[in-house]
């Protein structure tokens, strides 16, 4: 009994800061205008979703306009130019993203993964290590 009750207190402490992250996320995401707000939740689904897909991504930026502007269409962004940076590398991928009107909340998020970017191509993309 004492070992349940000791791995409970384990996860809530080990997950309380991962909490606390995102509500200053979402506290700092009120503070941008609509169109930022919404690339914003997107660029951050996309890191959450592709790190947790099991195909061995960890990312740790995502950004929806590298290589092309990302459409924003009411409360649905989408983006065919969009780059997440994985373990020092920068890959290519596309996304549709509907959110809550007021951009907090991901509703639906689709996205494929493409290929790597040359890090010789970085810099015109305004990538970095």
Known sequence: MKTIGLASVFVTIAV????AADARFVASLGR????TRLEQICDYEAM???GHSGTGYHPDRAKSDVM???QHLGDLLVGTGAAFRSDGHWYQFSFKCR???DH???LSFEYKVGAI?????WNSYGLWR
């Open 16 to 19: 309380a800061p991962v909490l």
């Open 32 to 35: 941008l205008d609509p169109q």
């Open 48 to 50: 959450d979703r592709i």
């Open 68 to 70: 092309t502007a990302p």
């Open 99 to 101: 959110t809550a009107r």
């Open 104 to 106: 907090l909340k991901v």
């Open 117 to 121: 970017i040359p890090e010789t191509k």
